[in-house]
């Protein structure tokens, strides 16, 4: 059992940047495939970044490719989510997620997930 808490959200201007933090409870983060998804206003949550346990294998999707950054300290049971030059459509509710096995792009492979922080960009 994994229990996700996010954190570093908030309000910024376009091209400014933020950093989210995922905070893991449990014994076990250092073996988890963790990934962040988003769901902006009356759309569908998708996929944003994952990352492998060791953190040395990471996919982005297209739209944040270059922008953003996922990265994690297992020592911290924490990952972290930089994201650079936001744009307006970063506007969303960020969500971390966690799986036992290898990450994936799909939300519905992850059995574990944070309650979400609010980003907003403002043009």
């Known amino acids: 059992q994994v229990q996700l808490q996010e954190s570093g959200g908030g309000l910024v201007q376009a091209g400014d940047s933020l950093r989210l933090s995922c905070t893991a409870l449990?014994?076990?983060?250092?073996?988890?495939?963790m990934a962040w998804f988003r769901q902006g206003p009356g759309k569908d949550r998708e996929f944003v970044a994952r990352?492998?346990?060791?953190?040395?294998?990471?996919r982005y999707a297209d739209s944040v490719k270059g922008r953003f950054t996922i990265s994690r300290e297992n020592a911290k049971n924490t990952a972290y989510l930089q994201m650079n030059s936001l744009k307006p459509e970063d506007t969303a509710v960020y969500f971390c997620?966690?799986?036992?096995?290898?990450?994936?792009?799909?939300?519905?492979?992850?059995?574990?997930w944070g309650q979400g922080t609010q980003v907003t960009v403002s043009s």
């Open positions: 449990g014994r076990t983060f250092s073996t988890y495939g």
């Open positions: 990352i492998d346990y060791s953190g040395r294998d990471t």
């Open positions: 997620a966690a799986r036992s096995i290898g990450p994936v792009q799909s939300a519905s492979g992850y059995a574990y």
